[in-house]
């Protein structure tokens, strides 16, 4: 089983939707989550980190549910802008493990 | 305050050659991570290192590749004899503090022909 794993999508939503997806780990010592967006042939960018208490920014909303053992994302009133391949990414002491990602596509 | 440099941005190599590429993290950070990515796939880890220690190598392919974090001067990637399955992006990342956010360079894109 992989440590981080993410559904890779695509997932095709039309402008304006609610979209959300999970991230899931397998080691529950795990201690830092963050989500990156990466557009094609860019680098990743931080987008948010993630804590128990759920945080937002904007129209981002990120969770963490440590007893489950996953993370998620929610895009609320998604905007073209928004297409584009969000990154999971857990780090254990030294160690920054990267999910595949899941690839976004916001139609028109 | 720059972010992370890598250079150069795009790097053409025939087989056979040297490929260097160079990373230098934001200022203060102390940790260095390198990554490839091949066309339509995940980032693969490939080495840690921080000022003039390798701490964790288990992504670098055995033969060829090396990478080094002198304590003055960036880090190094170096991949010897370059054949056409190295041609990828190659990102590096630093970060000041364990747990905390990466912050990546603009990547170097190898092209082997």
């Known amino acids: 089983r992989k440590e981080v794993e993410q559904d890779p999508g695509p997932f095709n939503v039309p402008e304006g939707a609610t979209v959300a997806f999970n991230c899931t780990y397998s080691n529950s010592a795990s201690q830092s989550f963050f989500w990156y967006r990466q557009d094609c042939r860019k680098e990743p960018k931080l987008l948010m980190s993630v804590y128990s208490s759920g945080n937002e920014d904007g129209r981002f909303t990120a969770q963490l549910n440590r007893a489950s053992q996953y993370i998620s994302l929610l895009i609320r009133d998604s905007k073209l802008s928004d297409s584009a391949t969000y990154l999971c990414?857990?780090?254990?002491?030294?160690?920054?493990?990267f999910g595949k990602g899941t690839r976004l596509h916001i139609l028109p | 305050n720059a972010g992370v440099m890598q250079n150069p941005r795009h790097l053409v190599r025939r087989r056979g050659q040297e490929a260097r590429l160079r990373c230098s993290p934001m200022?203060?950070?102390?940790?260095v991570y390198w990554y490839r990515q091949l066309p339509e796939e995940g980032l693969k880890f490939m080495v840690y290192?921080?000022?003039?220690?390798?701490?964790?190598e288990s992504g670098m392919p055995k033969e060829r590749f090396s990478a080094e974090f002198p304590k003055e001067g960036p880090s190094i990637l170096r991949i010897q004899q370059v054949v056409r399955g190295d041609s990828a992006a190659y990102f590096c990342a630093s970060l000041g503090v364990l747990d905390s956010p990466l912050h990546f360079g603009n990547g170097t894109r190898l092209t082997v022909t």
């Open positions: 290192l921080q000022k003039e220690n390798i701490i964790d």
């Open positions: 200022k203060g950070h102390s940790h």
């Open positions: 990414v857990v780090t254990r002491d030294d160690k920054i493990i």
